[in-house]
């Protein structure tokens, strides 16, 4: 019933069947949640709705050749592709928030509550279960990199956003959407804190994903989602270690960066 | 449910709203139609009729509050839970500083005498502790107006190693771990686990409860008091040179400017949030509130006296291009006009508050 209600129908057709449907199921639930059963009737149930679980499995790379790019090691000496910058990354660490699921006729899954961070460490591999999809067939998803201005605004939270998880700025405040430390031997240490949700600084990005060959939720299956991350995609376009020096508040630099890690993504495929 | 350990906090509670019911009748009379609304929610733990007590309300003469959070819903156990942490001194790296070390309740919540508190080790901070009442009307917090809610500000003086010095997850264990809390915030939030959002919720509730609203000033708005002559005039200077920041009946507009002060210590408040060049040497513009009782002033307490500020804004130096087109112009005062705005200023100080036992350490 209640993620009935988070279909975002471009078609108001669509809207006004699923209102109506929504309203019939209610009556019938209202029906069913009656005390009195003593003759022995049997309560109409609802059907439950189909849903399954996506996992999106984030493989962490250094280059942008997918499988054939080495995976990320941290505390590990790398060479950048572009630059030939000596780089030891020793965190890597960002928001996936908002994940949205389209299907091929426009409608759309919204994902209630949607923040996660994903912490690469020792493996490369970072999975995110998604519960609760709606069963069907999908075309496309997007999420955002980093956390939404809104949720920027809105005083305590816990889960994901809590400001005990390190990602957040306690003086001039703001999540942290991504952050990227390490060393490099020309320059020393370096801390990218990259964040910002207003105006020229804004550092919000929302990543599309297309599914080739669509993606199928099932009910009570597991469908797997699976990306390669170009994380030297960070320093892309010439962007030296020297350039960059360390911030640690919205910037220049910062969107920056955002505007790079944003094309990181490349999707693998869907199993 | 009888009153053993489960609340602690119940027993000192009820002696506060005793005592508060006796310095604050006007106010409670006025509360307690919402009283009776908050009552009749209650389920399972009815109190007596004779312990009613209004939640603290703000007066008809001011605007609606900018805190508004209907997930966390105001209670006086939430208010006195929030009053705790902000006493608990355990709080801090060292256990020897809480928010009250700094923020003072006899001093309207700053710290009077200091330009710079001292935090953990004696470390000092890098501003003036601010006066604090009123937050539920505030949108920014802080000099730099850095901090965009309420309930977030806290972790900034618990974090900051020349403060409190404990990061937020170790804030959570030692209230965590003490079954005193862990009752409370059962009782307050519902909650099995103390997490960082339910302590923050519950200062919050503290701090936006923190209602300054019964000086003179309000008492004659109300009809309930007449000013003096003197003060009468100096109402007017103030309406006339003062009024256009210090916007009553709040007595700030809690915009961002420059007052014309000459930098120190390369200290440019705004701009080191917004990196907005236009900012530089901008800040917070205070409530006037309370003025006399907090002592130093400006955002580095460089001026000890209100004469000192107001000849700050006489100066012609100080009214040098990059300070705000607001300030009073041509400023000059003779002695009995002072006199007058001093008298004026001096209506906005809130006995009631300073001696509220609702926001005095419940460790006393």
């Known amino acids: 019933m209640k993620t009935t209600n988070l279909f975002k129908a471009k078609n108001h057709r669509f809207t006004r ?104 460490t020792d493996n490369a591999l970072v999975a995110l279960e998604i519960g609760n999809v709606p069963a069907g067939n999908y075309s496309s998803m997007s ?34 959407f991504l952050k990227v430390e390490g060393e490099s031997p020309q320059h020393g240490g370096f801390q990218y804190h990259v964040g910002g949700f207003e105006g020229a600084n804004n550092a919000i990005r929302t990543v599309s994903v297309s599914f080739s060959n669509g993606l199928t939720v099932g009910d009570n299956t597991t469908s797997n989602v699976n990306m390669y991350v170009n994380t030297a995609r960070v320093w892309h376009g010439g962007l030296k270690v020297e350039d960059l020096g360390t911030f640690m508040m919205p910037d220049p630099r910062a969107v920056n960066i955002a505007d790079n890690f944003q094309n990181a993504f490349l999707f693998d495929g869907v199993n | 449910m009888p009153c053993g350990t489960a609340c602690f906090n119940v027993w000192p509670l009820m002696a506060v709203i005793m005592l508060n019911l006796v310095l604050h009748i006007r106010h409670i009379l006025l509360g307690l139609p919402l ?51 902000f006493y ?58 850095g901090i965009n809610h309420i309930e977030i500000q806290p972790i900034a003086p618990l974090q900051d190693s020349s403060e409190m010095g404990m990061p937020l997850i170790n804030v959570v264990r030692v209230v965590g771990s003490d079954q005193k809390y862990k009752e409370a915030f059962k009782k307050v939030f519902d909650t099995d686990t103390v997490t960082d959002k339910w302590i923050l ?17 309000d008492r ?61 040497g901008k800040f917070k513009v205070p409530s006037l509130r309370n ?47 002072r006199a007058d705005l001093k008298n004026f200023l001096e209506t906005l100080t809130d006995e009631s508050f300073i001696s509220n036992p609702l926001f005095s350490d419940p460790n006393k």
């Open chain 1, 17 to 120: 069947i699923l209102a109506t449907a929504s309203v019939a199921l209610l009556s019938i639930t209202m029906v069913a949640c009656g005390d009195d059963d003593d003759n022995g009737n049997i309560t109409p149930t609802p059907t439950p709705e189909q849903k399954g679980t996506v996992t999106l499995n984030y493989t962490h790379v250094w280059g942008n050749a997918g499988s054939a790019s080495p995976e990320l090691q941290l505390n590990t000496q790398l060479i950048h592709p572009g630059t030939k910058d000596t780089i030891t990354v020793t965190k890597f660490k960002y928001y996936v928030s908002n994940l949205r699921f389209e299907k091929d006729g426009g409608e759309e899954w919204v994902e209630p509550e949607s923040y996660r961070i994903v912490d690469v």
């Open chain 1, 143 to 176: 999420f955002i990199v980093g956390v939404d201005e809104e949720r920027n605004y809105s005083g305590a939270q816990d889960g994901a956003l809590s400001p005990t998880n390190g990602m957040f700025w306690d003086w001039n405040t703001g999540y942290i």
């Open chain 2, 35 to 85: 009283v009776t609304l908050f009552m009749s929610c209650a389920k399972d733990t009815p109190i007596p009729p004779k312990f009613l007590v209004a939640l603290p309300q703000a007066p008809a003469h001011f605007p609606p509050k900018h805190y508004d959070n209907p997930q966390n819903t105001l209670s006086l156990e939430g208010i006195e839970l929030g009053r705790k942490l």
């Open chain 2, 88 to 145: 608990d001194k355990s709080l801090s790296q060292t256990g020897e500083i809480s928010c009250a070390s700094c923020h003072k309740q006899k001093a309207a919540f700053s710290d009077p005498g200091k330009a710079f508190s001292n935090g953990i080790y004696g470390r000092k901070g890098q501003r003036h502790s601010p006066a604090l009442f009123n937050l539920a009307w505030q949108p920014r917090f802080h000099w730099d107006g």
């Open chain 2, 201 to 217: 919720y519950a200062l919050a509730q503290f701090t936006t409860s923190m209602i300054s609203a019964d000086a003179k000033y």
């Open chain 2, 220 to 280: 004659v708005i109300q009809n309930k008091a007449v000013f003096t002559d003197s003060e009468k005039r100096g109402q007017q200077l103030f309406k006339l040179q003062c009024a256009g920041c210090h916007k009553p009946p709040l007595f700030s507009d809690f915009s961002f400017r420059n007052n014309g002060l000459p930098i120190k210590n390369e200290e440019y408040g705004r701009f080191i949030i917004t990196q907005d060049e236009a900012d530089k």
């Open chain 2, 291 to 337: 003025i006399q009782l907090s002592p130093p002033y400006m955002h580095d307490g460089r001026f000890e006296s209100i004469d000192e500020v107001l000849d700050h804004y006489i100066a012609a130096q100080n009214h040098h291009p990059k300070a705000d087109a607001g300030l009073p112009q041509n400023l000059k005062l003779t002695p009995n006009e």
